[in-house]
């Protein structure tokens, strides 16, 4: 399967708070994956070698941004697996689109959305993943349950979350170790019980 396009089912008029960080993605598209701004790549790549993904595993990944993420993700679960990277920013689905088409990726599609409702149903996917996400939105226990629905029994939800400035150097290793959280459904996840307790019922 190419790289391409995938349109979810009703999905409606997005809200103030995902037109502007639309709005301000779309402009940032093309400076996104400038050197300065390295530690989109670096942390979307770190989170995916933490979760060690298995092969043929189904992952979505949410904002995927320009694919950092989304891109380790495929590469990581094999021509078995796939990956769906979905975001607002349709500047930023391009780039992802070209990289995962001169990588040869072919178990990777992309969606234009919002993350708090893709349309896509509960319990496909064994990893989610939401990468400098959470933040976007105003009621983040909601989508934190939204992406819980989207994860298959004994599936896995990550979630990286900013910490101390990437821009510092050796911040971004460490901020990601504090601030990676995954939790497995149904399994006891100490530390990341609150996070874990966001599940639906």
């Known amino acids: 399967m190419a790289p391409g396009n995938f349109s979810p089912p009703g ?16 402009a940032a598209a093309d400076t996104y994956d400038a050197p300065a701004n390295g530690f989109w790549e670096a942390t979307g790549r770190e989170t995916i070698a933490r979760l060690g993904l298995a092969v043929g595993a189904r992952v979505i990944d949410l904002p995927c941004g320009s694919g950092a993420s989304a ?20 500047g930023l689905l391009a780039r992802a689109r070209s990289k995962a088409t001169a990588a040869r990726l072919g178990n990777i599609r992309f969606m234009e959305a919002d ?3 893709t349309g ?19 009621d983040r226990e909601a989508l934190v349950r939204e992406l819980w629905r989207l994860v298959a029994p004994g599936g896995v939800l990550a979630n ?19 601030g990676l959280s995954h939790a497995r459904a149904g399994a006891g996840v100490g530390s990341t ?9």
């Not at 999905?11 to 779309?26: F, I, K, S, T, V």
């Open 115 to 117: 993350m708090r409702a």
């Open 11 to 26: 999905n409606g008029p997005l809200d103030e708070a995902a037109e502007r960080a639309q709005r301000a993605y779309n």
């Open 71 to 90: 891109l380790a993700a495929a590469k990581a679960v094999g021509a078995g697996g796939s990956v769906l990277g979905v975001d607002l920013a349709r």
């Open 160 to 178: 990286t979350p900013w910490g101390p400035d990437p821009r510092v150097v050796g911040a971004r290793r460490g901020s990601l170790k504090r």
């Open 120 to 138: 896509c149903p509960s319990g496909a996917f064994d990893a989610v993943v939401c990468v400098f996400g959470v933040f976007f939105v105003p």
């Open 193 to 201: 019980d609150r996070l874990a307790g966001m599940r639906s019922a």
